[in-house]
């Protein structure tokens, strides 16, 4: 028996394709000219619902005059920002960077620009060292009695890929159909969120099943953004150029949810890492039917207005933030020229760093030019 990445402790059969971080991994990586290539899985289809584009895994970038390759601005990004980077590291992103078309499934990136103008984003999802891609992402807009509302979710799943795929296709869906959406819109996510674990869990029709998965969303609704998270993925904002969390990972050696779980009759154990009942490495998720009890659905909502010092999100799931940090993150998406470039570049470096986990990111960034047209538009014509 071994502890799997995402938190599960599987059997040793179960481990195809992982790899732990360790002397001889590091080593094996160092050295070699590429990292070793786990086979295409046709699952991967994590498709953008309005616009996607496919890549190939970081295909061959041409040098131009006055330009660089994209790892050698992820080397000098890193440098900017105070941290070294490793020949293992340089050594990884050329791997990606020149990759042929046998890796096209595992990675997808791309971007998508609202409506209105005011925000664009970026996202990349990449399968990394795991055999399996168990993320997924989701980004939807909508109009709701003259609000433009857009959102953007992260999915990691665990155990399989069939809670995430869930919550890619039917929570926001959910979401927009509640009558409270707009005029109670805290509520609202609260009570979506945990209709939609108890709807998967009553779909789910294989009960021996242990699938889950955490969701990290932000839920822009007018001027106000709502984030949203169940589990330990996570949402990131640049506020005047500092790095603020506008999620809390939700893991069981937190002191709130280790009581929480205590109350309900459950525990919490080291195995590796700390553990719920000694299986799960976080403490809320959806799916994880024997562990329901004491393993919720119950996200925890930050509400923040939309103001000028508000530059960009990240969303990303734990096989970024194990090997970025926030301010990092920050700092890479900063030295960027786009949010699309900004989340292909910061997956790129958590699987330079390392990372065995699967690796999907958000960047959505706002465009307060294009607000403030708008608004003195909007004033004009009122008067």
């Known amino acids: 028996m071994v502890v799997h990445d995402d938190g599960v402790v599987v059997e040793e059969e179960d481990q195809e394709g992982s790899s732990a971080l360790c002397p001889a991994a590091a080593a094996a990586i160092a050295s070699a000219a ?11 289809g994590v498709r953008h619902p309005l616009k ?55 990675y997808i990136c791309g971007g998508w620009k609202s409506d209105d103008g005011r925000i664009s984003c970026g996202y990349s999802s990449f399968r990394g ?33 069939h809670a995430a795929e869930y919550l890619k296709k039917h929570l926001f869906e959910n979401l927009l159909k509640h009558p409270a959406f707009i005029t109670d819109t805290k509520s609202a996510i609260s009570e979506t969120y945990r209709k939609t674990d108890s709807d998967f869990l009553d779909a789910e029709t294989n009960i021996n099943r242990e699938d889950g998965s955490t969701a990290s969303t932000a839920i822009l609704v007018g001027n106000h953004i709502y984030v949203a998270n169940v589990g330990d993925s996570r949402t990131v904002m640049s506020k005047a150029g500092k790095a603020i969390a506008l999620s809390y990972d939700h893991k069981p050696n937190r002191k709130d949810e280790r009581k929480r779980i205590q109350n309900a009759g459950g525990f919490v154990i080291w195995s590796g890492t700390w553990r719920v009942g000694g299986v799960l490495a976080m403490s809320r998720a959806f799916g994880n039917r024997l562990l329901k009890r004491f393993v919720v659905a119950e996200p925890e909502v930050q509400e923040q207005e939309i103001d000028d010092d508000l ?8 096989g970024l933030w194990d090997v970025v940090s926030n301010e990092h993150a920050v700092a890479f998406v900063k030295a960027e020229g786009g949010p699309e470039t900004a989340a292909r570049k910061l997956t790129e470096i958590a699987f330079a760093r390392g990372s065995t986990d699967n690796i999907t990111c958000v960047v959505v960034k706002f465009l307060h030019d294009k607000m403030a047209v708008d608004s003195a538009a909007s004033s004009v014509e009122q008067s």
Not at 58 to 75: F, N
């Open 129 to 161: 060292r795991r055999a399996n891609m168990e993320d997924f992402y989701d980004i939807k807009s909508s109009k709701i009695d003259d609000k433009q509302i857009n959102l953007f979710g992260i999915f990691d799943g665990h155990g399989g890929s």
């Open 52 to 106: 996607h584009r496919r890549f190939r895994a970081g295909g061959k970038t041409t040098v131009e005059a006055g330009r660089v390759s994209s790892s050698a601005r992820a080397v000098a990004g890193a440098r900017e920002v105070g941290e070294a980077t490793t020949v293992a590291e340089a050594t990884a992103m050329g791997a990606l960077e020149g990759s042929d078309g046998e890796d096209e499934a595992r």
């Open 311 to 318: 530059e960009f999100l990240i969303l990303a799931s734990d």
């Open 34 to 44: 590429r990292p070793p290539r786990p086979g295409k899985d046709k699952r991967l």
